[in-house]
């Protein structure tokens, strides 16, 4: 048992900081092993959230990142408070603790493990006092729970219109942007007088998306309906290793060199076998032109 502690609590050291190369084989340990880390990846999450300020003077710090991913890879449920906990933290300060490492997937991660309860992500995105792109994932996750039949059209439908009927600050910001977006995704049609009030009100920036972009979606939209938004990237977060692992942070992996760590991981696998066969687009903020 001793053992054991002491693999698991080395493993975790080895994922801590990025060091140029990517730890596939320690990240494929905590998969296979994922009911025993699972406890270790939620404290982590605490741990960032209440040591927030060590975080902003170690760049290089890693792990939370990496507790993150492997968490909605396996859809756990108990992370979504503490991960909206490090994200929500106001200002500024959670886009220096993540850098540009969730602006890509955020609303995959939110998606994935939120289970069917929408609530937490409402809260998200009505809250102005949030990073305006934590938000938008927020508002983007709706789609990926229904590309996923999570939820259905109608659910998003109600809510994005509750959005533009006052529960979203009429005010110039990414998230108006990211809400015709997704509207365009949701049922265009049945939300056009809402979107097309927005750019009457200029909340909307029209080079990230415009008015005519959105009479083309409608076209596509009411022929087609949902095509493919799962291969479109509204999804739930799947691979840890696939996604992370091409990441330009990342030198090329060296497929002959194994940490000593990880090869005394591997020795005690053997021994274990023996008795039991075991086994980042971010459109950039755009400031309205006055």
Known sequence: MKKEFYFMKELLKEIEYN???FPEEQLKEIINRRDEFIPELLEILKNAKDNYEEILEKPDYFAHIYAIFLLAQFKEKRSLNPIIDLISIQNEISSDIFREYLTEDLHKILASVCGSDTEPLKK????NGINEYVRSAAIKSFIALLGEGVISQEEVIEYYKSLFEGKLEREFSQVWNELIYDSCDAGP????QYIKKAYVDELVDEECISLEEV?????????????????????FFNDTIAELGCWDCFAKKNNDSKSQFMLGVSKLNKGKSKNKKKQVKATKKKQRKK
């Open 189 to 192: 049609s049945e939300l056009y």
């Open 215 to 235: 009479d083309v979606a409608i076209k596509i939209h009411d022929i087609t309906k949902f095509p493919n938004l799962k291969d479109e990237g509204y999804s």
């Open 124 to 127: 998200l995105v009505e809250d």
């Open 19 to 21: 060091n140029g190369e």
